[in-house]
């Protein structure tokens, strides 16, 4: 069974450019999650999508960051303008549906803004 | 609220002696406790998980965490270091049986073995 993956794994953008990051989950996990660490900080909650509704986006920085999962299957994640800060590694997991815990995540997105 | 100490930043052990990573949690639910690590270039791999069965919790790779709800702690401990044990450990608390909500993690605590 194919873990989460991420791409892309490196991206190198200047200040004021848009970036598009992308999660494609195990196959048949309904929460997909996004996560960021910034800065060698703890690494944060972002947002929680069920299928393709958001159910938590409570960790959502701005609105420069907009969140999708069209059809509850992958999901992008898009910085638009990217700022400095915006700097870090950018996580997505996912977990099935139910009375479950554990959440698997994937390899993770480097995203350096210049 | 909840929230995750990870009491040393950097742990530092010579191959074949033991491994302590401490982690205190707060949690306003009884929690699952879990154990991540994260070596270089690689994705977060759970170690073990805490979900209100036995206090003691055996992982992968020999590492093992007690469940102490009196001391709000649950370190990670091995045995016996070994070179590939080398990696960035994190602990995480999720209210239990969360039904898909979020992670809370520690700062991460990087253990080096030495030769």
């Known amino acids: 069974e194919a873990g989460v993956t991420q791409f892309p794994s490196h991206s190198v953008i200047e200040k004021g450019q848009t970036v598009t990051l992308r999660c494609d989950p195990i196959?048949?996990?309904?929460?997909l999650y996004w996560y960021r660490r910034v800065m060698g900080k703890e690494i944060k909650f972002l947002l929680h999508f069920v299928k393709e509704s958001k159910q938590d986006e409570s960790g959502m920085p701005n609105n420069r960051f907009l969140a999708e999962r069209t059809g509850g299957t992958y999901s992008t994640l898009k910085v638009q303008p990217a700022e400095l800060e915006d700097s870090g590694v950018y996580f997505c997991?996912?977990?099935?549906?139910?009375?479950?815990?554990?959440?698997?995540f994937g390899p993770g997105t480097r995203l350096t803004v210049l | 609220a909840q929230s995750v100490t990870q009491l040393d930043s950097h742990v530092s052990v010579s191959e074949g002696t033991p491994v302590l990573l401490r982690c205190n949690y707060s949690s306003s639910y009884s929690p699952s406790l879990f154990w991540y690590v994260q070596h270089p270039n690689k994705g977060l791999q759970l170690l073990l998980k805490?979900?209100?069965?036995?206090?003691l919790v055996k992982g992968i790779n020999g590492f093992e965490a007690e469940f102490k709800k009196s001391e709000t702690s649950f370190h990670l401990t091995k045995p016996s270091a070994h070179m590939s044990d080398a990696a960035e450990y994190f602990c995480v608390v999720s209210p239990q049986g969360n039904y898909g909500q979020n992670f809370v993690f520690g700062p991460g605590t990087r253990l080096s073995v030495l030769p």
């Open positions: 997991a996912s977990s099935p549906l139910g009375w479950t815990d554990t959440q698997y």
């Open positions: 805490y979900t209100s069965a036995a206090t």
């Open positions: 196959s048949g996990h309904d929460n």
